[in-house]
């Protein structure tokens, strides 16, 4: 499953702050604003506030 910027904003999280927080795991910023990115590769992250997205994800998306 891929998650999007859309799935970001549903987290009410900000695109500066989730640019913050790809360039520190060393992702692709402007590929995820392309393609989106793999669940599985931020559930891996481990980040609390990543897991807040996956939850939001794995739940149903609206």
């Known amino acids: 499953m891929i ?5 970001i904003r549903k987290a009410n999280m900000c ?3 989730t640019r913050a ?3 520190a795991q060393g992702w692709d910023f402007q590929d995820f ?3 989106g990115i793999d669940l ?10 990543a897991q807040q997205v ?7 998306r609206e």
């Open 3 to 7: 998650i999007t910027m859309q799935d």
């Open 15 to 17: 695109a500066r702050g």
């Open 21 to 23: 927080f790809f360039l």
């Open 33 to 35: 604003l392309k393609n």
């Open 40 to 49: 599985e590769i931020v559930k891996a992250s481990k980040d609390a506030m």
């Open 54 to 60: 996956v939850e939001i994800i794995e739940n149903g």
